[in-house]
């Protein structure tokens, strides 16, 4: 989702969350409503903000969005913050101007923008960099339930950033921030996963306070996994491939992880999937090195043997089966069976149907 689509459905929920009698919406009438309160309340603001500009913004929208206390303004304010902190919408980038708007969002009772001016703060984006400012912005925002000021407040407790050193404190506030898990929202607070995947860290390295536990450490492992957290993608592409932190050692599962976390173009997990594909030519079943057989309808997974292809073609949950069938290769034949070479008379078994290197 994108930042002006988080910042708009923030602006919602911080309003539903305060509001009393018709204003309430239940949460089916959120989820089923929510597409088109987007686009409304973003073509609105659009406009307006448009409108502002061409009279040299000095409009009413702007004026308005200043001065207004209310959580109408409060959205809008959060909404031109946004702007400036990405440059869009007409708005040229300028962290200066995306601070002060964060900061009148936040005045008129914004919890998200309250968090980006800690964010702000934290980094010196257009403000003084003060780790104590980032802990006071993000204290304030945790109190009003914010998941991602829950969890940045969390890992400065964590490392002592701008605030005393408190472990037990640290963990309270990922576990707060984590519950937001299943508020049916979970798209709006991008922290919500890696709280989920510092908990997993706090099981499996025992820190935090926290007894050693591999069963917690792996559900929240795969939780956040789920939600392509980077961070957590990484830590199962290890525990899988490795066989550690009480998972089942499976090399298949493992380059599933490192593919998603490539996808999300998390750290060095392209690079390390090349290495593991490209030069050491692994058997995409059990990783051993210099495999030299290739899968014949992609001609791209190589694997050592007919076993070995087997075990991917029946992995339970990541066969190669899904991924090969939406696979394009100048050489692989999209109408072959994986298992049999266009060289090979159908009635050939499996070993001699790979097509060799
Ligand atoms: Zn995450
Ligand atoms: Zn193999
Ligand atoms: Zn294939």
């Known amino acids: 989702m994108d930042r002006i689509a988080v910042a708009l459905w923030s602006s919602l929920l911080e309003y539903q969350k305060r509001a009393i009698g018709i204003g309430k919406l239940s949460p089916e009438e959120l989820k089923t409503k929510r597409h088109s309160f987007l686009s409304e309340a973003h073509q ?3 406009r307006n903000l ?3 500009i061409a009279e040299g913004g000095r409009g009413r929208f702007r004026q308005r969005a200043k001065s207004s206390k209310d959580w ?3 959205g809008e304010a959060l909404f031109i913050a946004t702007c400036y902190a990405e440059g869009i919408e007409g708005v040229g980038q300028d962290t200066e101007e995306a601070a002060i708007w964060y900061r009148r969002a ?5 919890s998200e923008a309250q968090v980006h001016l800690g964010a702000a703060y934290g980094a010196g984006n257009g403000v003084i960099q003060s780790w104590k400012t980032a802990v006071e912005k993000f204290g304030k925002s945790a109190a009003q339930e914010n998941a991602s000021a829950q969890y940045l407040l969390a890992t400065c407790y964590s490392s002592g950033k701008g605030v005393t050193k408190d472990e037990s404190k640290a963990l309270a506030l990922y576990r707060l921030a984590a519950a937001h898990h299943d508020s049916g929202n979970p798209e709006a607070y991008a922290s919500v996963c890696c709280a989920q995947n510092a908990l997993g860290d706090c099981y499996n ?3 935090h306070g926290v007894t050693r536990n591999n069963i ?8 956040a996994a789920e939600s392509n957290c980077g961070p957590a993608l990484m830590n199962c592409f290890e525990h899988y491939l490795n066989g550690t932190c009480g998972f089942q050692r499976d090399f298949i599962l493992a380059i599933k992880y490192l593919r998603d976390a490539a996808v999300q173009e998390h750290g060095n997990a392209l690079h390390l999937i090349q290495n593991i594909v490209c030069e050491s030519r692994a058997c995409m079943a059990c990783g051993k090195p210099k495999a030299t057989r290739k899968c014949a309808r992609c001609c791209k997974y190589r694997y050592c043997n007919a076993s070995c292809q087997m ?3 029946k992995h339970p949950t990541a066969s190669h089966k899904l991924r090969c069938q939406g696979a394009h290769s100048p050489r692989g034949n999209q109408d072959a069976s994986p298992f049999t070479s266009r060289a090979c008379s159908s009635g050939a078994n499996l070993e001699s149907a790979f097509m060799a290197e």
């Open 50 to 52: 448009a409108k502002d």
């Open 311 to 313: 075990v991917a073609w």
């Open 216 to 223: 917690h450490a792996i559900k929240f492992y795969l939780e």
């Open 72 to 74: 109408k303004g409060a």
């Open 205 to 207: 390295h025992s820190t």
């Open 106 to 110: 936040s005045i008129a009772g914004s």
């Open 44 to 46: 609105r603001m659009s």
